[in-house]
């Protein structure tokens, strides 16, 4: 059996090596980004595009720590709610918060975290391999290539803030060392670090709180009696590691936003669940045979186990079959598998069979059960969870399958099984990687001051300040869960919020989550025409006038008659810049 305790050396070898490969993988595939992090946007359009907007208006632009006015003017919303990163923003906003030209290091801090996290999270993994007894290189390889590989790494041409690879691997090391050795301390910081993470997005609470639960559900179930800890102490271990970041979250909501009984839950969580197919079998472009394989719904879902784990999974569940099949113990792992490996393969199938919506999809009766994952909607990314736990069983299991064979005579074939494994893990890693980089160095004048285009020539030629705020036309307004009436156009999207951060203008359209329902009949009554109008001119806080901005796309006939009732101020081939006095917007027509 490998030994499960290392000694400090074995650990700082192992930390070295990964560090190593971590670095050279970085300078290898993303040199430009992290050497040019002012320079370089992962994307500049749609969400990417948002996800910049959002904590970079609100480092420079939001005179709170706490409400982001960027969009939803005149109303603003909870930072929480903005996608603005607040643990990471605020945090830059404070250092900051004496110098008006951050020279960019704003943007530098948000492409360069990401990447922090990567290698945090190759750390994170290499030490819980270490404390499966693993060699030091075998330990820092596999480390490198799962985190590189991880379905999150997907998320950073557009979804940055879910992009922190770090954030399960370090709940899942923490947990390892607390059933080890339980401490009120570590169930503290187990509950800290998830009540942090979900700063940087929501949805790391709703994963940080699925892993301390199923990780403990598994322990409890796989350990002998006196092994387990008493109900009471592990009411309360739970109360720290998982009541803790809750009853944080939802204090500083109910101090903080006046508007909660007022926004929708997601109806869609059968929606956005992950298949078999996206976890089991290559997705994303790059992949050999990707153009033969059935094509995904939705890729919310997603969480490839590579090919390496698929082979383990298949050969799992034939040892599973022969052990059935001889009458002996069921169990897809040799009995001298260490207890930490068991609890993390079964606290990993609990989360897959969650992703996948089961049982709660199975019958009706279940749904009241399935409230606390609507809040989140996107349940399928639970099979993130599996993602990490699952790859590290395998790597375990490859190592373990290359002793086992060259025990005997067959050495040689042993080290081809090895060296076979490594390399279809590092193939595809790579490549995928090689995709992924493609897609994210964009140069990006548009966050800066200094780069003039069609699209932001009038900003120097209309006096912004003599208007309270820019509505984009064709319209957007996204995230209220309930209206779907406006979606905009890629063009008037991007126009604005360059314009919003330029210019500190706040735009009277959202691109935001769960927008208050009030807000959202009155903001869409204003572009409609009707009595929510009146509503929406009499919450405005100024009578100046309004900017009209007119980019390409479909203008609706309510769009077009704003139009009319403005005044031009500029155009060009890109945009058209109208005044719109609110007198001219008479009674609800």
Same mark, same amino acid.
């Given at each position: 059996?490998?030994?499960m305790?290392l ?20 300078a ?5 980004v992290?050497?040019?992090p002012r320079q370089?946007?992962f ?6 595009l948002?996800n ?10 939001d ?5 982001f006015s ?8 909870n930072?929480l ?7 990471l923003s ?7 918060k004496?110098r ?6 704003d ?15 190759c ?5 819980i391999?270490?404390r499966?007894?693993?060699p030091?290189?075998y330990?820092a390889v596999?480390?490198?290539?799962i985190?590189f ?7 950073i041409?557009?979804h940055?803030?879910l992009?922190?690879?770090?954030v399960?691997?370090l709940?899942?090391y923490?947990?390892?060392?607390f059933?080890?050795?339980p401490d ?10 998830? !009540? ?7 949805y790391?609470?709703m @994963?940080?709180?699925?892993l301390v639960?199923?990780y403990?559900?598994a322990?409890?179930?796989?350990r ?11 009411l309360?271990? @739970?109360?720290?590691q998982?009541?803790?970041?809750f009853?944080?979250?939802a ?8 508007d909660l ?6 109806s869609?969580w059968?929606v956005?669940l992950?298949?078999p ?8 472009p790059p992949y050999l045979?990707?153009g033969?394989?059935?094509? @995904? ?10 090919a ?11 040892w599973?079959?022969?052990?059935l099949?001889?009458?002996?113990r ?11 490996l ?22 009706d009766?279940?749904e009241p059960l ?16 599996f993602y ?10 490859l190592?373990r399958f290359?002793?086992a064979?060259?025990?005997?005579a ?11 494994g490594i ?8 490549n ?8 994210i160095?964009n140069?990006a004048?548009?966050?800066?001051d ?8 009038w900003i120097?030629?209309v006096?912004?300040r003599?208007?309270q705020?820019?509505v984009?036309?064709?319209y957007?307004h ?6 779907f009436d406006?979606w905009?156009?890629?063009p008037?999207?991007?126009n ?6 330029r ?7 959202s ?6 329902l009030?807000?959202?009949?009155r903001?869409?009554?204003f ?5 929510e109008r ?12 309004l900017?009209?901005?007119?980019s390409?796309?479909?203008l ?5 008659? @704003?139009i009319r ?8 081939r890109?945009v058209?810049?109208y005044r ?7 009674? !609800?027509?």
């Open positions: 059996m490998l030994g305790r000694d400090r050396n074995r650990k700082i070898e192992t930390t070295i090596w990964t560090l190593a490969i971590c670095a050279a993988f970085i290898i595939f993303y040199s430009d992290v050497l040019h370089v946007a994307g500049v359009h749609g969400d990417a948002k910049y907007f959002t904590p970079l208006y609100h480092i420079r632009r005179p709170s720590f706490l409400r960027g969009l939803n003017y005149p109303y603003g919303d930072v709610y903005a996608d603005a990163q607040p643990l605020n945090l830059i906003k404070f250092l900051a004496r008006s030209d951050l020279g960019g290091w943007l530098a801090a948000l492409n360069l975290a990401p990447f922090l996290s990567l290698v945090v999270a750390w994170i993994l290499g030490l391999m270490e499966l007894g693993l030091s290189w330990s596999g480390a490198v290539a985190a590989a991880s379905p999150q790494v997907y998320r041409p557009g940055y803030s992009a922190y690879v770090a399960i691997p709940i899942w923490l947990l390892i060392i059933f080890d050795s009120w301390r570590l169930s503290a910081l187990i509950g800290a670090v998830i !009540g942090l993470a979900a700063g940087l997005h929501l790391y609470l @994963l940080g709180v699925a639960a199923f403990w559900l322990a409890y179930v796989l002998r009696p006196r092994s387990r800890p008493k109900d009471i102490s592990i309360a271990h @739970l109360a720290l998982i009541g803790l970041p009853t944080a979250l204090g500083f909501l109910f101090r903080t936003d006046p009984s007022d926004r929708a839950s997601p869609v059968r956005y992950a298949e197919l996206g976890v089991f079998l290559p997705s994303y045979g990707h033969l394989l059935p094509r @995904l719904e939705q890729p919310e879902g997603i969480a490839y186990v590579t390496l784990g698929v082979a383990v999974a298949i050969g799992s569940l034939a599973l079959l022969t052990q099949a001889r009458r002996r069921w169990e897809m792992l040799p009995e001298d598998t260490p207890d930490i068991k609890i993390s393969l079964l606290c990993a199938v609990l989360a897959l069979l969650l992703s996948f919506g089961l049982p709660l999809r199975w019958w009766a279940l399935a409230y606390p994952f609507r809040q989140f909607r996107v349940v399928g990314r639970m099979a993130w969870i990490y736990l699952f790859m590290v069983v395998s790597w375990y299991v190592y290359y002793l064979v060259s025990a005997g067959r050495r040689t074939v042993g080290a081809l099984v090895l060296a076979a390399g279809l893990l590092a193939a595809e890693t790579v995928f990687n090689l995709f992924i980089a493609s897609l160095d140069r004048p548009v966050f800066t200094k780069a003039d285009s069609d699209a932001t020539e120097g030629k006096d912004v003599q208007y705020a820019i984009p036309l064709p957007y996204l995230g209220s869960e309930t209206y406006y905009g156009s890629d008037s999207i991007f604005s919020m360059v314009a919003s951060l210019t500190g203008a706040p735009l009277v359209s691109f935001m989550n769960r927008t208050p009030t807000q959202t009949r903001t869409l009554g572009i409609k025409g009707g009595p009146r509503n929406f001119i009499a919450d405005l806080p100024s009578r100046k006038p900017l009209l901005l007119v390409e796309g479909d609706k006939v309510e769009e077009e008659r @704003l009732a403005g005044t031009e101020l500029f155009h060009n890109a058209r810049v719109l006095d609110l007198s001219r917007l008479s009674g !609800g027509s």
